[in-house]
């Protein structure tokens, strides 16, 4: 994975985060957003080296 692809990938889930949080509490509330940001990336980022941990 190149950078444009993370770079890509964390804008994403920052713009799902943030329409995610709005639609939650009717509001923007901005450090919600970011934790749910950090909680899907790391999501992301785990579950494939947790995969591939397994298959070897």
């Known amino acids: 994975m190149n950078l444009k692809d ?3 990938e964390i804008v994403i889930t920052f713009i799902i985060a943030f329409v995610y949080t709005w639609i939650d509490s009717g509001e923007i509330e901005i450090l ?21 941990r397994k298959r070897k």
């Open 6 to 8: 993370h770079v890509t």
């Open 32 to 52: 919600k957003t970011l934790l749910i940001t950090i909680i899907f990336l790391a999501m992301f980022y785990a579950i494939p080296k947790i995969t591939n």
